[in-house]
C-alpha cells in the first residue's frame, strides 16, 4: 500500500508549504479529491511547471474533509466545499492561485442552462 499521511502531517506539509512559497492563506485553494492530478491539472487548469502546487493522500475521505475544515474554517484560504466530500476522495490537493488557474472548478451544466 502507499504511503498516506496524517491529519497532522497533511496540515504541517501545506504550512510549511505556503511559507515557504509565501501569500496570503487567501492566495491558496485546498481542495479534495479522488484523482488529484486530474483535479489540479485538467479542472483547476493548474500549470504544473509554473504555478505552485501539492497533494498528499490521506487513510480516509473522513481526514481530507478535516484537512480541508482546518484550511478554509481557521486560515480562511480559497477551497472546496468542506461539508459535501465524496468518499472516495482520500487526496488533500492546493495549489496558489494565478492568472490561469479556475478555482472555482464546477462541472458543466445539464440542465440545459436554465
Known sequence: MAEV?????????F??????????FSDWYVGVAAQPERALF???RVR???DPWIYK????????????????NNLH????DAERVDDDATFVFMFRK?????PAFSAPSTDGGA
Open 5 to 13: 499521511f496524517s491529519v497532522q502531517q497533511i496540515k504541517y506539509e
Open 15 to 24: 504550512l510549511a508549504y505556503i511559507k515557504g512559497l509565501g501569500g496570503d
Open 42 to 44: 485538467d479542472e483547476h
Open 48 to 50: 504544473p511547471d509554473a
Open 57 to 72: 493522500p490521506a487513510l480516509t475521505s473522513k481526514a481530507t474533509q478535516t484537512v480541508l475544515r482546518y484550511f478554509r
Open 77 to 80: 484560504t480559497d477551497g472546496g
Open 98 to 102: 494565478g492568472a490561469g488557474t479556475m
